[in-house]
């Protein structure tokens, strides 16, 4: 197993490193490109959250290896307000940003597994996960 990859994330710059460090890693194991472009948009997402409701936080991005398979995790942490209403945020077409509303309910369709950890004022780590096929 390698080491993870840690992205600090305090601002755009940040968010175009971790989506390539992202890439970089579902291209070393193997995922196709469709995958790979999911995993980029995934953590595009939740980077792009941390900096604009969180203002920082990091990004993590680990190899796992299970069974004979393997696969990608990312976590995104930060210590920000928190999410008041998971549910809420988990619907589709809901954005306190004015946005589309697709950004963690499309986070979840992309990927095999996902999983939120919130409480107001204690900020929200999500984490990720890919199989490769």
Known sequence: MTEPIIIN????????????????VSKELQFGGVDQ???????????????????SG??????????????????????GPGIND????????????GGLGAGLPGVKRLMDSFDIDSMPGTGTKITITKWAR
């Open 58 to 79: 990091k990004i993590t991005i680990e190899v796992l290896e299970e069974n004979g398979r393997r696969g990608i995790q990312i976590s995104a942490a930060d210590d």
């Open 37 to 55: 472009a999911r995993i980029t948009t995934a953590i595009s997402e939740l980077a792009r959250n941390i900096y604009l409701y969180a203002g």
């Open 9 to 24: 994330i305090n601002n755009e710059f940040d968010i175009v490193l971790a989506r390539q460090k992202g890439r970089e």
């Open 86 to 97: 998971i549910r809420m945020v988990l619907q589709d077409g809901y954005s306190t940003s």
